[in-house]
């Protein structure tokens, strides 16, 4: 069973930014792509980002374009996603997702099947 682990969340100001991590204390995850998603309150989990095993190649969606940025520290087994130029929009609970590619249609929450237990962002004045 692949465990991951988000952290990093919290309460950040309008036009804040926040350095979210995914790590896994049993699995190597430069093995795997591993996809950032988020859910907010009454809505579908949406994916924002995917990064690729191996050459780390990152994929966002288009409404994250700019503002995410996701990387890997293969020495810290982490995988991050940095948010720049928070919205309240973004307030959700984000989410890692473990999967061997960032295969066509990544970006939809079926068919992955290992995450973590998701981290609170939250974005208010």
């Known amino acids: 069973q692949l465990e991951l682990a988000e952290s990093g969340g919290g309460l950040v100001q309008p036009g804040g930014s926040l350095r979210l991590s995914c790590t896994s204390s049993a699995f190597t995850l430069d093995h795997y792509a591993i996809a950032w998603f988020r859910q907010a309150p009454g809505k579908e989990r949406e994916g924002v980002s995917c990064?690729?095993?191996?050459?780390?190649?990152?994929t966002y969606v288009g409404s994250t374009w700019g503002r995410f940025t996701t990387s890997r520290d293969n020495a810290k087994n982490t995988v991050y996603l940095q948010i720049y130029s928070l919205k309240p929009e973004d307030t959700a609970v984000y989410f890692c997702?473990?999967?061997?590619?960032?295969?066509?249609?990544?970006?939809?929450?079926?068919?992955?099947?290992?995450w973590g237990q998701g981290t609170q962002v939250t974005v208010a004045a």
């Open positions: 990064i690729s095993s191996g050459d780390g190649v990152a």
């Open positions: 997702a473990a999967d061997p590619w960032c295969r066509t249609g990544w970006e939809l929450s079926e068919g992955y099947h290992y």
